[in-house]
């Protein structure tokens, strides 16, 4: 007998606050440079241990009034509101794609649609402790972003034997290599890893590598500095976004898009190397096709790509442009992240969806602070999430509108 939704949603509900209890214990430890797991939880103002019933997700802070048991010090209302907000996640996509079936492929009662699910609150979850961290010390910690591209350069070598192919490929709910994106994506890892080993051996530059060191306030790069130093910075003031001059910017870009050559000259190269037979009954389409975990792993590697790509271009366009350093260098693994865990349209959808989530909130903050800096990662984490439900409408929208058919897309 099959287990009726509102046992689940029970479950997923109490699991999702206990996530949230985590994650608030990873936004105030992460930042700090300290430990995750030790030591356990405790009052940061009289280092006493909280006790487990003392601990109880949302229930627990309401039961105290906000205040510690022992020393009387006042707890933020934001931890249970983010272990409300973490359970309702969980509750909410368990909702949309169990039962409002919001994606395509996701329609059969398999594991598949829990290994999807399993991997999508991983995104959720890192993308949540990224947004937190990002509003509060104006950095997105590289260490979370990797951590779900792991995840899901995992789960993207499973999940094609358990989810089933969508009729139209962009509606795909797990990363699926075709055969060009699969010869585009595994060029364009081959570039990136040659050019990490020519930035390991300081044959290329990191961009504004000179500004940190030399400066007190390292401006030029927002989201790249040591946390702790920019968690300092983020605390102390607001406005931590001074300009370098715009001819700095500029030559710091342009080490930027030196990093970036062999990534787009590998994909360039692989790609068309690879699918001059054109067919897919050449080896490499035959090899593409019949290998499903490479299909997957390619899929999500080209989705990294893509996710990663997106900002950091218009990162380099955007700073060339005006001579401000335009996004912070830490949205570029976020969106990697959410391309490698979604596939390639999702963190574009989401890209250009963000801005008009940011746009209210950074008007009203012009007006009343005068600063036009505002963290973009909670933006782009909003915007994901709303793709992750409405991916199938916005695609098939452009589809529609643009009548192109598989066929014309090609990839
Ligand atoms: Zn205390």
């Given at each position: 007998m099959p287990i009726p939704p509102i046992i689940w949603i029970i479950f997923l509900f109490a699991l999702g606050s206990s996530v949230g209890s985590f994650i608030n214990v990873v936004v105030y430890r992460l930042p700090r440079e300290m430990s995750i797991v030790r030591p356990g939880s405790h009052c940061t103002l009289c280092e006493h241990p909280i006790a487990w019933y003392d601990n109880v997700p949302i229930i627990a802070w309401f039961l105290l009034r906000g205040r510690c048991r022992h020393c009387g010090g006042s707890f933020s209302i934001r931890y249970p509101m983010v272990e409300l907000l973490t359970a309702l996640l969980f509750v909410m996509l368990y909702w949309a794609y169990f039962l409002g079936e919001v994606r395509e492929g996701l329609t059969d009662l398999s594991y598949g649609r829990w290994l999807i699910y399993i991997g999508h609150m991983v995104l959720i979850?890192?993308?949540?402790?990224?947004?937190?961290?990002?509003?509060?010390?104006?950095?997105?910690?590289?260490?979370?972003?990797?951590?779900?591209?792991?995840?899901?350069?995992?789960?993207?070598?499973?999940?094609?034997?358990?989810?089933?192919?969508?009729?139209?490929?962009?509606?795909?709910?797990?990363?699926?290599?075709?055969?060009?994106?699969?010869?585009?994506?595994?060029?364009?890892?081959?570039?990136?890893?040659?050019?990490m080993i020519l930035l390991k051996f300081g044959l290329i530059k990191r961009s504004f590598a000179d500004y940190d060191q030399e400066q007190e306030q390292p401006q030029g790069e927002k989201k790249h500095a040591p946390p702790n130093a920019r968690a300092e910075q983020g605390v102390k003031g607001e406005e931590i976004g001074i300009d370098l001059p715009p001819n700095i910017i500029r030559r710091e870009m342009f080490r930027e898009v030196i990093f970036l050559l062999p990534v787009v000259a590998g994909a360039v190269v692989l790609m068309s190397v690879l699918t001059s037979g054109g067919s897919p009954a050449s080896g490499w389409g035959r090899l593409i096709l019949g290998q499903k975990w490479l299909c997957g792993l390619l899929g999500s590697v080209f989705?990294?790509?893509i996710g990663g790509g997106v900002v950091w271009a218009t990162?380099?366009?955007?700073?060339?442009?005006?001579?401000?350093?335009?996004?912070?260098?830490?949205?570029?693994?976020?969106?990697?992240?959410?391309?490698?865990?979604?596939?390639?349209?999702?963190?574009?959808?989401?890209?250009?969806?963000?801005?008009f989530m940011g746009l209210s909130w950074a008007l009203a903050r012009l007006l009343i602070h005068r600063?036009?800096?505002?963290?973009?990662?909670?933006?782009?984490?909003?915007?994901?999430?709303?793709?992750?439900?409405?991916?199938?409408?916005?695609?098939?929208?452009f589809i529609e509108s643009f009548t192109l058919g598989p066929a014309t897309v090609g990839i």
């Open positions: 979850c890192g993308l949540l402790v990224s947004s937190l961290i990002d509003g509060e010390h104006w950095i997105i910690p590289l260490s979370v972003s990797y951590t779900v591209v792991g995840a899901a350069l995992i789960l993207s070598m499973i999940w094609p034997y358990f989810v089933a192919a969508a009729a139209e490929p962009l509606l795909n709910p797990a990363p699926w290599a075709s055969i060009k994106t699969g010869a585009l994506a595994l060029g364009g890892a081959a570039g990136l890893g040659l050019s989705g990294f790509m990162r380099i366009g955007g700073s060339l442009a005006f001579g401000k350093e335009a996004m912070g260098l830490g949205d570029v693994p976020l969106m990697a992240a959410v391309g490698a865990m979604l596939g390639w349209t999702s963190p574009v959808i989401a890209f250009f969806l963000a801005p600063t036009r800096e505002i963290p973009y990662g909670p933006f782009l984490s909003m915007a994901t999430v709303i793709v992750m439900l409405a991916h199938d409408i916005i695609v098939q929208w």
